[in-house]
């Protein structure tokens, strides 16, 4: 689950690291109120939303009076904010963060992830802050400095002074880069999250270490033991779709074709992707049911599918080990009987109860196309998807 770059500063700053002085704000007269409030000359006004990239998209903008400030978010609020983050629809602004502005010497990369090679946290950082990482790793590739956190004894205070020597940090300032670094570094392991990132973290002019910008994301299967972090989620942020699935317990992804896919595991539903492209269709997403899927979880998985409007055939395939074929072809009639469906739909059932499940879809006398293998299924789905649109079908399920 990723957060708002104005609650990340507030978790951080939990942890000791330095941000700007800051109020939230959801309308153009509270923002220029909460200037006021806060003094100053200058402010910096962003949009809050879940990407990055908002400065080159007009979604971060210094103001120097309440009028410009009133001006920004007039332009910001509503508005479906295109970074190269957000893909092309864009995420909407119905947040507004107020900084007072902050002078700038220098301008630092700081990210936290997790490396799969080493398995360790690992910190990313590079004096060429301000860029994307993306960009730095293309076009300054040497600038970039690595430190490996070892597990068993946690991010070492002298790790952190390295990695401030290494970035040119004066002498006077190594001090708050390891405050910085390690207060990061708490936040990512204690809240159980999978990336922190401050582009830029910013030097002063009047010598202080700040975090200018933060990102953070937090392992989804880790919130429920951090209620204080799952409570800061914004749906508003997030694929409808996606929103809509999670809030029934169903892990869904979002993609951009027109072949839905109902599967169970991750690793079968990559496979299900594949074989859908190689046979020249392209998936709009994928629905995992998960293991031991009850006949209704099957069907609200369905409908769930169906309910988006790019879906035009529907995949299942199912390699039942945990679950049981015949549940999902249950789940599959009761979905079908209860929601009109003008789309194809073809069905794969391999494993336990396959037989029975296949004389429930025989019996049920609805016009569900049948597969035995994966590569058939993906064959057929494409190829219904493929003669309805020829046909001139309108394919929209309607419920
Ligand atoms: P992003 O584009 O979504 O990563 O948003 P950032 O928060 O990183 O802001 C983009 C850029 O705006 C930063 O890299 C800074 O150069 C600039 N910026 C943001 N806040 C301030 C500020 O307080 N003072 C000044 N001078 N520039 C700022
Ligand atoms: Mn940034």
Redesign the pocket.
């Known amino acids: 689950m990723d957060i708002h770059?104005y609650q990340a500063k507030e978790v951080l700053a939990g942890f000791g690291v330095t941000v700007?002085e800051g109020a939230l704000a959801y309308s153009p007269e509270q923002a220029a109120y909460r200037a006021r409030e806060m003094g100053g000359e200058?402010w910096?006004v962003?949009a809050q939303v879940h990407?990055?990239?908002?400065?080159?998209?007009g979604?971060?903008k210094?103001c120097a009076s309440d009028v410009e400030i009133g001006e920004a978010c007039e332009d910001m609020f509503g508005m479906k904010l295109v970074?190269h983050q957000t893909g092309p629809d864009g995420k909407g602004v119905y947040r507004v963060y107020v900084?007072?502005?902050?002078?700038?010497a220098r301008?630092i990369y700081l990210g936290f992830v997790l490396d799969r090679t080493t398995q360790r946290i690992m910190i990313v950082a590079s004096a060429e802050?301000?860029m994307?990482i993306e960009e730095i790793s293309a076009e300054k590739p040497e600038s970039i400095v690595r430190a490996v956190v070892e597990p068993a004894v946690g991010l070492r205070d002298f790790q952190c002074r390295q990695m401030a020597f290494k970035l040119g940090v004066e002498p006077a300032l190594v001090q708050q880069m390891v405050r910085t670094l390690q207060g990061c570094y708490r936040a990512f392991t204690e809240l159980d999250a999978t990336m922190v990132e401050i582009?830029?973290l910013v030097i002063t002019e009047d010598s202080r270490v700040i975090a200018?910008?933060a990102k953070m994301t937090f392992d989804d299967n880790a919130l429920f033991r951090h209620p204080q972090i799952a409570e800061l989620r914004d749906k508003s942020q997030e694929d409808p779709r996606e929103a809509r699935a999670a809030d029934r317990g169903l892990n869904y992804i979002g993609l951009d074709g027109n072949i839905g896919c109902i599967v169970n595991g991750a690793g079968l539903a990559m496979a299900t992707m594949d074989t859908i492209k190689m046979a020249g269709g392209e998936p709009a997403n994928f629905l995992d049911i998960g293991g031991g899927a009850t006949p209704e979880r099957v069907a609200k998985a369905f409908r769930l599918v169906l309910s988006d409007k790019n879906v035009q055939a529907v995949l299942v395939n199912i390699f039942a080990g945990i679950n049981r074929c015949d549940w999902v072809a249950e789940g599959v009639v009761q979905a079908l009987r209860d929601v009109k469906v003008d789309v194809p739909v073809i069905v794969r059932l391999a494993g336990t109860n396959v037989d029975e499940g296949q004389k429930i879809l025989a019996k049920s006398g609805l016009p569900i196309i049948r597969a035995n293998t994966l590569s058939q299924a993906a064959e057929r789905a494409v190829g219904a998807w493929k003669n309805d649109l020829s046909q001139g079908v309108t394919m929209r399920a309607v419920s």
Do not use: F, M, Y
Not at 51 to 57: I, S
Not at 99 to 104: D, F, K, L, M, W
């Open positions: 770059e700007p200058r910096v962003k990407a990055g990239g908002r400065g080159k998209a979604g971060v210094v970074t900084e007072a502005a902050v002078p700038i301008e802050g301000g994307e582009n830029p200018l910008d």
